[in-house]
């Protein structure tokens, strides 16, 4: 059994930066990779960033040198670093854990989920 709980998420303008943070507990030893996923209103849950245990990273390619996941092993958490943000970034942020050497990309197999954080970018 593991834990995730998520901070960071607000209301932000589009361009400004915000951080997330994910802290896991629990049976952590279980888990390899973590990552976050999003989930905006009518649109499918999907991956944004994942990081295996040895710091091997992924994101989609609408992220791409805007955002930047890592991980502090000896605290258990992960985060997302996330800068120039636009409107269409506006989602539910869910911290995700995976028994998996790699994320999975499909949210069904994943084994471990936050409570999930909201992210608003304002025009």
Known sequence: QVQLVESGGGLVQTGGPLRLS??????ISTVEAMGWYRQAPGKQRELVAG????GTT???D???GRFT???DNAKNTVYLQMNSLK??????????ADRRLFISTRWKEIDYWGQGTQVTVSS
């Open 62 to 64: 609408s992220v791409k």
């Open 51 to 54: 990081i295996s245990s040895t």
């Open 87 to 96: 409107p269409e970034d506006t989602a539910v942020y869910y911290c995700a």
């Open 69 to 71: 996941i890592s991980r």
């Open 22 to 27: 994910c802290a896991a507990s629990g049976s």
């Open 58 to 60: 992924t994101y989609t």
